[in-house]
């Protein structure tokens, strides 16, 4: 089975303070991708990297940056956490289009709360 | 860029009866992919069905269908003989063939409710 996994399930940051939220799969899919799911508003995505060292940004990359240095991990970072990046963080990845199974395979989210 | 709407921001059926959640799509595009995903309370998104443009036929799997209706750009998932683990939020999103973009457009989601 595809297992995608992200560092933390939940945590809870100061503002100000630098956030890493890692995820890795194990399937040597290509594509990865960091969404914010907010209710009311689905999924939005900040970034995305179709290979190793390379990223797209998506919708809503303010105050997001990424790093992928492996194929298998995608880091999220927040440089300054503000309050209004409180949010559940989901981590996704898949294959490239035209390949099957081309559906994205989920994390379980990590809802970080900034005070 | 594409948008997914889903009109429904809840929905509720009873135990063992059918619901349809609906979804609607906005592309330029002749040739896609459409998924249906189901996040339960507290729990990891999972696919629950998916289909390809140039397919005309309707995919199954087991009590989920999909009415798929390219002209329309509508894509309704069907959930039969509902069960309490059905209870979820349900999205709709749209994968561009795109080899560059590779990106996803999700819909605002359906939270469904399954009443005993």
């Known amino acids: 089975d595809v297992k995608v996994t992200q560092s933390s399930r939940y945590l809870v940051k100061r503002t100000g303070e630098k956030v890493f939220l890692e995820c890795v799969q194990d399937?040597?899919?290509?594509?990865m991708f960091w969404y914010r799911q907010d209710p009311g508003l689905g999924l939005r995505l900040i970034y995305f990297s179709y290979d190793v060292k390379m990223k797209e940004k998506g919708d809503i990359p303010e105050g997001y940056s990424v790093s992928r240095e492996k194929k298998e991990r995608f880091s999220l970072i927040l440089e300054s956490a503000s309050t209004n990046q409180t949010s559940m963080y989901l981590c996704?990845?898949?294959?490239?289009?035209?390949?099957?199974?081309?559906?994205?395979?989920f994390g379980p989210g990590t809802r970080l709360t900034v005070l | 860029a594409q948008t997914v709407t889903q009109s429904q921001p809840e929905m509720s059926v009873q135990e063992a009866e059918t619901v349809t959640l609906s979804c609607t799509y906005d592309t330029s595009e002749s040739d896609y992919y459409l998924f249906w995903y189901k996040q339960p309370p507290s729990r990891q998104m999972i696919l629950v069905i998916r289909?390809?443009?140039?397919?005309?036929q309707n995919a199954t799997e087991n009590r989920f269908s999909v009415n798929f209706q390219k002209a329309a750009k509508s894509f309704s998932l069907k959930i039969s003989d509902s069960q309490l683990g059905d209870a979820a939020m349900y999205f709709c999103?749209?994968?561009?063939?795109?080899?560059?973009?590779?990106?996803?457009?999700f819909g605002t989601g359906t939270s469904l409710t399954v009443i005993p």
């Open positions: 289909q390809e443009a140039y397919k005309q």
């Open positions: 996704a990845s898949t294959t490239p289009t035209g390949v099957s199974y081309n559906e994205q395979f």
């Open positions: 999103a749209y994968r561009s063939p795109d080899l560059t973009g590779n990106q996803f457009y």
């Open positions: 399937m040597d899919h290509e594509n």
